[in-house]
């Protein structure tokens, strides 16, 4: 029997007791599983995606070159675009098919000319320090063997008054992971079940992001939790916008989305 979601939410001990990483490729090379992961996105793309997307726009900068780390098939960089047309973005990805199909996406959403897709470490950033007024990342740490190393080259790459914002899923004891890919992942076909719980076993858990998070000290960033799936790292910018912008989404998944905002 599943424990309830009430005692995944209340009790953290279960979460600490985390069993060990397992680590994942670094990147997704052949087709089929960037197309899986595409259709994955696009399944919550306003759900849990504009949750992030409507953080970035609310608390990132309000204009500027924003980079995006593990821009995977393109649409966090491709929503912050739209709706803030002020910006100028630049995705990097170890994965060429990611690229290219992120490349695709983002002419037909008609913001090509403000995003940039490109090949690039996440743990050797390609570009200068304090290059960007925000940097994001959103489902890439599970990826990285050192998260220490990414975390360092995003607070290099990014200005002392801009804004962060990482979120990644949260690792879970193995007893529960058969609960979170069967409910959150009910509508997965088995590659993508397969890719959901190869990435929670990848991830980290609370308590390695707390050591995270001490060991980089990024000044004014903050740990947070969205539901029972994801956790992160945040820091808004000095020059974020001063009203409040909410994406427009259904009435009947607002509530959802307010969750991973």
């Not at 491709?78 to 630049?90: F, R």
């Not at 409910?183 to 190869?198: A, C, H, P, Q, V």
């Not at 858990?205 to 050591?211: D, T």
Request: overall charge negative; aromatic content about 12%; charged content about 25%.
């Amino acid at each position: 029997m599943y424990p309830s979601l009430f005692d995944v939410t209340i009790n953290e001990e279960i979460f600490i007791m985390s069993s060990k990483r397992i680590l994942e490729p670094e990147s997704m090379e052949s087709l089929e599983e960037v197309f899986a992961y595409d259709v994955l996105t696009r399944q919550f793309l306003e759900i849990l995606h504009y949750g992030f997307v409507e953080t970035i726009l609310n608390k990132g900068d309000k204009a500027g070159k924003f980079l995006e780390v593990g821009s995977g098939t393109g649409w966090i960089s491709i929503g912050v675009a739209k709706y803030n047309p002020h910006v100028h973005i630049t995705g990097i990805d170890l994965s060429e098919n990611m690229i290219t199909v992120a490349q695709e996406n983002s002419r037909k959403e008609n913001v090509s000319d403000r995003i940039s897709f490109q090949f690039g470490s996440a743990t050797d950033i390609p570009f200068e320090n304090n290059s960007f007024d925000t940097v994001f990342c959103h489902n890439t740490l599970h990826h990285i063997p050192e998260p220490e190393k990414m975390m360092a080259e995003i607070k290099r790459v990014v200005k002392n008054d801009g804004g962060v914002f990482i979120r990644d899923l949260i690792r879970v004891p193995s007893f529960m992971i058969p609960f979170y890919v069967n409910i959150f992942g009910f509508r997965y076909n088995r590659l993508m079940k397969k890719e959901y719980e190869d990435s929670i076993k990848a991830s980290l858990s609370p308590k390695e992001w707390k050591e995270l998070f001490s060991n980089i000290q990024i000044p004014g960033a903050k740990l947070t939790k969205h539901f029972i799936t994801h956790q992160g790292m945040e820091k808004a910018s000095l020059n974020k916008r001063n009203d409040y912008f909410e994406i427009p989404t259904p009435m009947h998944l607002k509530f959802s989305k307010s969750m991973y905002v």
